[in-house]
């Protein structure tokens, strides 16, 4: 089983939906939680951190179950900008950083 | 400002050719980490260095020999190139040692890749 496991996708929805996106993860000694955006291969770069009472940051909402050891992504009003690969990363108290394979969405007009 | 840089961006070897992938960050980060990318695929861990003069194996290290030379450079060593090490490589770096949530250590920072190709 792999340490960090994603919705494999594609999502493929029209402007203005609203799209989730689900993680999880296998090692409990996990210490951080983040979401990366990469677009056609280029570098991930940082969308947002992940915290256990969750966090906004305009549109997108993150959200974090520890019990359960899943996070997830919460996106609203889609916009054709937000097409890209969203990758949650999973970081160990030994500094461990483990990415899953990555969510790829498509957002058309 | 340059942040984390890779060198090379491009390369194609022939299999069982040797060759070594630099990588330097100015942000005075204490972990560095190495990763590969196949179509369709996430970022793999090949490697990574919680601090200077540590290194530990990730998900994929066969085939692969790192060296943290100092606290800025971390390398990335192929010594008998074969087919399937062709691959996105992304070198990364983050302030943390461990894995606490503390404000911006565990941010990874990366390079812009190097585009490796084994014939």
């Known amino acids: 089983r792999k340490e960090v496991e994603q919705d494999p996708g594609p999502f493929n929805v029209p402007e203005g939906a609203t799209v989730a996106f689900n993680c999880t993860y296998s090692n409990s000694a996990s210490q951080s939680f983040f979401w990366y955006r990469q677009d056609c291969r280029k570098e991930p770069k940082l969308l947002m951190s992940v915290y256990s009472s969750g966090n906004e940051d305009g549109r997108f909402t993150a959200q974090l179950n520890r019990a359960s050891q899943y996070i997830s992504l919460l996106i609203r009003d889609s916009k054709l900008s937000d097409s890209a690969t969203y990758l949650c990363?999973?970081?160990?108290?030994?500094?461990?950083?483990?990415f899953g394979d990555g969510t790829t969405l498509t957002v058309k007009p | 400002n340059a942040g984390v840089t890779q060198t090379p961006k491009f390369q194609v070897l022939k299999t069982g050719q040797s060759m070594t992938l630099q990588c330097a960050q100015d942000m005075n980060h204490n972990s560095m980490y190495w990763y590969r990318q196949d179509p369709g695929m996430g970022l793999r861990l090949i490697y990574y260095s919680a601090s200077e003069g540590t290194t530990d194996k990730g998900e994929v290290p066969n085939g692969y020999n790192v060296s943290r030379l100092n606290k800025r450079e971390f390398s990335l060593r192929l010594e008998s190139a074969a087919p399937s090490q062709t691959s996105v490589y992304f070198c990364?770096?983050?302030?943390?040692?461990?894995?606490?949530?503390?404000?911006?250590?565990?941010?990874?920072?990366f390079g812009a890749g190097s585009r490796l190709t084994v014939l």
């Open positions: 990364a770096s983050r302030e943390g040692r461990d894995g606490k949530l503390l404000s911006g250590a565990n941010v990874l920072t």
């Open positions: 990363v999973v970081v160990t108290n030994a500094g461990k950083s483990t």
